[in-house]
Structures are given as structure tokens and as C-alpha cells.
């Protein structure tokens, strides 16, 4: 029986599924951008190992700014601390660990001003094993969104995000957010 191979892009194990290291390598030898053909290439392979990067999304925001139509390509302090730290993040990417269908599922969400992310993960021996990282920029009209709206949103991303892995399973949501806390609380509030 195999004990390891690599499967979609992906290294899979009994120890978990993790980055593919060749490709990483040629990642990791990348010169920072100079062209917007060159900006898209790289967001299209780091993109493709986004679930093993907590916050992706909230990273390369200063990198996708510069997508945007009519936007002249300057690629400043911000767009280089982004890509570099985009690197070090799948060069040190963590092994995601298979889910157990019989634990309860564990998510962790939150929202920054421009970007929410979430953490589906589970809990074994009193430890957090991560499943997959999610994370998407707000749009328009969420960026007018207040606090509480956008810790909100960061639920119902991270439900509708990780649903294959949710439905009829226990699931258990952490927020370090006071509002939400109380309203999940709140005795007349409906279910």
C-alpha cells in the first residue's frame, strides 16, 4: 500500500496533506513582480495552496489592490512586504490534518476593515488540529458594514465556506467579539 504521494498539487500522508515542496521551491526562487502578468501568475500559485495560509486574503490585499482596473502598477513597500510574507507562509505552511467525522467541528472567525477569515479545525488531546484556513476580501458595499456586521459575516462566510464538512455534524464557533457574544446569549433571541 502507498504510504504518501502527491494528489491534486498536494502532498498526502498519514501524517496529513501538505504543500507540494517542488512546488513550493520554484515559488520560493520568484523575484518580486514587475508586470501585471507576472503579479497574476504568482497570486494563481500562491492561491492554490490559500487553505494552508491563515488570513490569506488579509495578506495579499496590498498584492490583488493592484489588479484592480485603471490602477497603475506601483509596486510599493506594502506590495513587497506582502509577497515576501506570502512566501515565508508556504514555505512554513502547516500540514492540515484529515477530519475526524465522529469529533465536533471547531470554527474560529474573524473580520479586520476590509477582510473576514476563519480557522476550520478540531480539537484532539486537548490540542487544535487546523482542517483549512478561509479568508475573502469585503466588497464595496460590506466595507460600510459595522463591526458586529462584518464579525457576522465572517460566520456566515465560514458556515457557507466549510458547509461540506458541517452538515449534520456538532459544530462550535468561537468569536472573541463582545457583541455577538451577547447576542448568542441572549435568552429571547431565536434559534
Not at 498584492?63 to 508556504?90: I, R, Y
Not at 479545525?121 to 466595507?143: E, F, M, N, V, W
Request: glycine share 4%; net charge positive; hydrophobic share 45%.
Amino acid at each position: 500500500m502507498v504510504k504518501e504521494g502527491i494528489v491534486l498539487g498536494h502532498k498526502v500522508s498519514e501524517r496529513g496533506i501538505e504543500v507540494d515542496r517542488a512546488k513550493i521551491e520554484v515559488i520560493e526562487q520568484l523575484p518580486p513582480p514587475t508586470n501585471l502578468k507576472a503579479l497574476r501568475s504568482f497570486l494563481g500559485h500562491a492561491g492554490f495552496y490559500r487553505r494552508f495560509i491563515k488570513n490569506f486574503f488579509f495578506i495579499a490585499q496590498p498584492l490583488s489592490n493592484l489588479l484592480a482596473k485603471d490602477t497603475p502598477f506601483v509596486f510599493d513597500d506594502a506590495c513587497l512586504e506582502a509577497f515576501h510574507t506570502l512566501k515565508k507562509a508556504l514555505v512554513t505552511a502547516p500540514i492540515i490534518q484529515p477530519p475526524d467525522w465522529n469529533a465536533p467541528f471547531e470554527i474560529m472567525c474573524d473580520a479586520s476593515d476590509y477582510a473576514v477569515g476563519a480557522v476550520l479545525g478540531q480539537s484532539k488531546d486537548r490540542k487544535h488540529h487546523a482542517i483549512s484556513y478561509a479568508s475573502k476580501t469585503l466588497t464595496c458595499p460590506q466595507l460600510n458594514y459595522s463591526t458586529t456586521e462584518k464579525e457576522l459575516l465572517a460566520f456566515v462566510f465560514a458556515i457557507d465556506k466549510f458547509r461540506s464538512y458541517l452538515v449534520g455534524a456538532k459544530v462550535i464557533i468561537y468569536t472573541d467579539h463582545a457583541a455577538l457574544k451577547y447576542l448568542l446569549t441572549k435568552k429571547d433571541a431565536k434559534p
